[in-house]
DNA sequence: CATGAATGAGTATTCATTCAT
DNA sequence: GATGAATGAATACTCATTCAT
């Protein structure tokens, strides 16, 4: 199911593909999605044709770097829903999300997506998360935790909302802290 | 710099800023900042010369369009700060620039950017913003409204926050009622 | 009918357009589709951008320049087709539409369309061309100077090859005779 | 020069060069000199690498298929040359090489440059193809049966104009039929 | 003043060819 | 020898901005 079916991929093509990988997520989360290909290419030490041979369309590199980050949030999300108490995994996780998509940019817009599924690429990550979501939620309210009446589009909303505010506000921690517990707060019952 | 440099602008020259003002508004705030500036130009029905004699940019353009939008902004939150009961005015006031930037896009950014001025055109507008939410801020923390410790910044990273989730969320009146209360209860002392 | 509906075209734009359609018809024709379109541009004393206002593709402009020397021909076809003798009149036109496309390479290849009407653009010139030819042939053929049973179809394949043989044998002239005559004689009864 | 370069090739050498050749003949014919290598290597079930090992150039490759057309069409034309008698031989000659250059597209020009060597490769089958048919040219002269006054040069450029002829009327046997009468036809004394 | 034609730097993508595996 | 990944020059086309009409 996560077993590459496409060959296993030759040592160096591996490395160029996490290179390009890599790069390209540094760049378009700093520098927006207009970077010319050229320079994502040079900034992972390779040529323009070696980018366009791992990835067909400058939009399909976005898309597998939106998928990395989605996929990267899903596994801590799942882990964190193993934890013992509710409220704590709830909370955790919510700081957890929004904390990881500082300074990403484009990518709350992917976070946001995984509510609607806008490419089909994105599909196995965001359903990942909404289902992780979708266990904290539930179990945080039966435990008492959490105001009723929220369901996971609502959360989804919350979380993009508090990544776009946390980046407003950049480096400062304590402002920061205050902003999350505005939300975190607002999440409590009554 | 002294010299009124701007004519009082004859009539029809008048007209034809306004127009490009408005098709401006419209096309960016649907279609984002990419469009051509031919586009906006025929969508005011003016050629594109025109276009550039009124803003010698595109991007003096798309600041035009954001100074306006503050401006509206600015005047709706004088005017809820003239209410009497400082609690209703400051979550009045909250409410209706959220909803006030509703599928506008780009526009959260440049509210968002009220806080920093990155261009020097907004300075005026975000100045009365701001002045505006200080004075609303405060007298609710006063009135115990809104709990202490929270300034301006925070407060305006929570309304982009809000404008960014209520837009997530489209036409689901409802669900973005229970994001804004959720919102707005965190703001509430305890 | 002829008349262009769109415009009367700026003086300097139509003169653009034509030094545009020279050059590109005399690069064409001369080296083939594979030049870079800058090049035609240059060539034209205009910049890029200025092709691609006229041409908004490569392809149009190749295809313009197809339908300007079809029309050439189609108008010296008409022409030849109001002469008296109808022997003399076929038998010009034979000779005038294949020296008319000798070293135009690409050329041959539109008049060859002319019986299938590839693109529609084509459509207008090729019909002339067709309905030109239809005429002196059926009156040839009437008059007894050209065998019986040909079509146009085959007619205009015979242009095309004697086009061919013609480009061939470059500037020797009289070997050039020698294979015209060949196949005008072949078109005559017996 | 003196030097046997090229040693007899492996078993499995040579079975992927002819694999090459087969693939690059059909692919070049049907779809034009503009497919991409890789296409070709594919369609032969081999990589590039293995393609340019073989072939140093594009160009080289385009080179041998044209070459093993001729030779093909050389030794048909050798055949006949054999034959009893002069006309019969001549004029089964010229269906022959006409037939077999039709949905050859490509193969014509090459044909053509017979008459002029332009590439070096093509020097060996070309002088074969001229010898034979020099050969049948004169003595169907000398029988009568062809109109003196031609060369190879004018016969040859016939045979590529009837080609592109036939190749024109397609599927319409009977119309390729007619075009070639006229041709042979035109090629008689008188 | 308005117009829209001209400009050309900028960008995604392709493809012949080389070279590490 | 064979493979296919890497390379980067080349190319069609776009779009902000200028300027002749």
Redesign the pocket.
């Not at 992972?44 to 590199?61: D, Q, S, Y």
């Given at each position: 199911m996560t077993d590459r079916q496409d060959?296993p991929?030759?040592?160096?093509?591996?490395?160029?593909?996490a290179r390009l990988l890599a790069a390209a997520t540094e760049v378009f989360t700093t520098r927006g999605?207009?970077?010319?290909?050229?320079?994502?290419?040079r900034a992972?030490?390779?040529?323009?044709?070696?980018?366009?041979?791992?990835?067909?369309?400058?939009?399909?590199?976005l898309q597998a770097v939106m998928v990395g980050r989605l996929e990267e949030v899903a596994a801590r999300v799942a882990e964190l829903a193993a934890g013992q108490d509710p409220a704590d995994a709830f909370f955790g996780c919510f700081r957890l999300v929004v904390e990881s998509s500082v300074g990403k940019g484009e990518f709350t817009r992917a976070l946001a997506e995984a509510g609607v599924d806008a490419h089909a690429a994105l599909h196995g990550p965001s359903e990942a998360i909404r289902g992780g979501l979708t266990a904290l939620l539930e179990s945080a309210q039966r435990a008492g935790a959490v105001r009723p009446g929220l369901a996971v589009p609502e959360l989804i909303a919350l979380l993009v909302a508090a990544g776009a505010a946390v980046e407003r506000l950049g480096t400062d921690a304590e402002a920061r802290d205050r902003v999350l517990t505005v939300i975190t707060d607002g999440l409590r019952p009554r």
């Open positions: 060959r991929l030759r040592a160096d093509a591996a490395r160029n593909r999605t207009a970077v010319p290909t050229e320079e994502i290419a992972a030490g390779v040529g323009v044709g070696t980018l366009f041979r791992h990835f067909p369309t400058k939009e399909a590199l």
